[in-house]
């Protein structure tokens, strides 16, 4: 840790008010000056390769069986002790809206480590990662465009202190852990609101008009995006796995099995993604997973 007086910076970097050069903490937010993460990030992205790995934190993605192009992003990086990932699912009734969930990855993965850099809480860096994301996305596209580029989003955030995901329509983060794989988001949907309700993916609810249709997105037509976010305490050994909808939708529907929760990230998202793609294949998969936890 630096000493607070190798602190050069006049202005608080968390909510920018100024500074006297020997103050340790803000004297309007509280922050503590001398808690930024030093370390250099490391990240990949899969505008540049399908696999990645970064050991505690790592990502796949593939097209699909039924799919011309790959509309998913996904982003990975850590940050000394601290692993971040990022998912995108472009809307495939949007044109253009591969370039918006790639733009949004990069973006809210790229905000998200510089936030936790600055010594941001994870809460407030899920959300300002969010916000980077939103502009990414609604840049590529006009308000006042009838159908412009859009997608979905969802990050996670792994601490010493426990797990962050933040997320804005229907892609999904879940716990894998020793009691098996649970949900930690609630998709923006009538039908995510029944999933988390407790109602079978059967239900003929489910199939009703509407039903799955996106509440909230990321896009030049999404008006003022904030995330939906949860702080998650994991109760052992496991892993956050994040993904678009190619595997929730059999994860949900228990077609698939679910994660080794002790296995290594690269080799859980790439057996994740064989599963989901042995079952069908029916859209774009993309899967995410990072080490979280204490000891099994």
Not at 32 to 48: C, G, K, L, N, Q
Not at 163 to 180: E, L, M, N, Q
Request: proline share 6%; with cysteine; hydrophobic share 45%.
């Amino acid at each position: 840790m630096r000493r607070v007086s190798d602190i050069e910076s006049t202005a608080c970097a968390h909510c920018g008010a100024a500074l006297e050069p020997a103050w340790r903490f803000c004297e309007d937010c509280g922050r503590d000056r001398s808690t930024r993460i030093e370390a250099t990030p490391s990240a990949a992205f899969s505008a540049a390769a399908p696999s990645m790995d970064l050991d505690v934190v790592a990502a796949v993605t593939d097209r699909g069986r039924r799919r011309e192009r790959n509309e998913d992003a996904v982003a990975i990086g850590v940050l000394g002790d601290v692993a971040a990932a990022v998912v995108c699912d472009g809307v495939a009734s949007a044109p253009g809206s591969a370039a918006a969930a790639t733009a949004a990855s990069e973006a809210g993965l790229r905000e998200l480590l510089a936030a936790v850099a600055r010594g941001d809480e994870p809460a407030a860096a899920t959300t300002a990662a969010a916000a980077a994301a939103a502009k990414a996305a609604a840049a590529l596209g006009d308000p006042g465009d009838s159908n412009p580029p859009c997608c979905t989003y969802v990050s996670a955030l792994v601490t010493g202190d426990g797990v962050t995901v933040g997320w804005v329509g229907d892609s999904p983060a879940y716990w894998a852990g020793a009691d098996g794989t649970h949900r930690l988001t609630v998709d923006d949907s009538a039908a995510g609101r029944l999933l988390a309700q407790g109602v079978a993916v059967d239900d003929p609810r489910m199939a009703e008009p509407g039903a799955q249709a996106l509440e909230r997105w990321l896009g030049a037509d999404a008006g003022p995006v904030t995330p939906k976010v949860r702080r998650f305490s994991p109760p052992g050994a496991g892993l956050v796995v994040l993904c678009s909808d190619g595997l929730s939708r059999y994860l949900d529907a228990e077609v698939v099995a679910p994660a080794d929760h002790l296995g290594a990230p690269l080799a859980v998202a790439g057996t994740l993604l064989g599963r989901a793609l042995a079952a069908g294949g029916h859209d774009n998969v993309t899967v995410a997973a990072i080490t979280a936890g204490g000891p099994a």
